[in-house]
């Protein structure tokens, strides 16, 4: 019930396209649900967040989609660029002790 | 601020060394997590600490592993004795907040058993 699925393991899109990665909880007490992005040699890095209070939340060209009602949310890169070829990682908490990363996704965006 | 900073960003150790990871997190944030990152099994929790006190170490895979927090700028990592299955990347994290908001990460230690 602690898990979050996420898929697919590796995605390979040309430039300008639209990359999206998704993810899938149990637990329906998860209240925020953020993005992380993580470049080799790095450390994952706060991409965007979103509380299942919304539908979506746009940042750039960046949106995460969110289906309460599915236990789903999604991430959608638009214009995808070779710079954001990077491994992607879905997260879930609740307000308390109760944190947990996906699995991750290995974005490569072709020239 | 300069973000949270890891050392040794790599270390390579033989199989029975101690092995000591360190990490500065970000001042204010009150809440300091280690990571370990691994191919088969992603990010893992090892443990975490609130005020310098360590809340939750059931991530923590064995007695070999040890971690302590002794004031609010600093924290260890310890492995004694090192094994080859430790070889991972290693990450501090720190935040302000419980329930992951505000995670910074640092760059990681990549630590490597032979």
């Known amino acids: 019930q602690q898990q979050v699925k996420q898929s697919p393991q590796s995605l390979i899109v040309q430039k300008g396209g639209i990359s999206i990665i998704n993810c899938a909880y149990e637990?329906?007490?998860?209240?925020?649900f953020p993005w992380y992005q993580q470049f080799p040699g790095k450390g994952p890095a706060l991409l965007i967040a979103?509380?299942?209070?919304?539908s979506e939340k746009k940042e750039g060209r960046f949106t995460i989609s969110f289906n309460k009602s599915a236990k789903q949310f999604s991430l959608h890169i638009m214009d995808s660029q070779p710079g954001d070829s990077a491994t992607y990682f879905c997260?879930?908490?609740?307000?308390?002790?109760?944190?947990?990363f996906g699995p991750g996704t290995r974005l490569s965006v072709l020239p | 601020d300069a973000g949270v900073i890891q050392s040794p960003r790599h270390e390579v150790t033989e199989m029975g060394q101690e092995v000591t990871l360190r990490c500065k997190p970000i001042?204010?944030?009150?809440?300091l997590f280690w990571y370990r990152q691994t191919m088969m099994r992603g990010l893992e929790l090892l443990i975490y600490f609130n005020n310098n006190v360590p809340i939750d170490d059931s991530g923590m895979p064995e007695d070999r592993f040890s971690a302590k927090m002794p004031n609010a700028s600093f924290s260890t990592l310890k492995i004694q004795p090192s094994e080859p299955r430790d070889s991972a990347v290693y990450f501090c994290?720190?935040?302000?907040?419980?329930?992951?908001?505000?995670?910074?990460f640092g760059s990681g230690t990549r630590l490597t058993v032979v």
């Open positions: 994290a720190s935040s302000p907040l419980t329930g992951g908001r505000g995670y910074t």
């Open positions: 997260a879930a908490s609740d307000y308390g002790q109760n944190f947990v």
């Open positions: 979103i509380r299942p209070d919304v």
């Open positions: 001042s204010g944030h009150d809440y």
């Open positions: 637990n329906t007490a998860f209240d925020y």
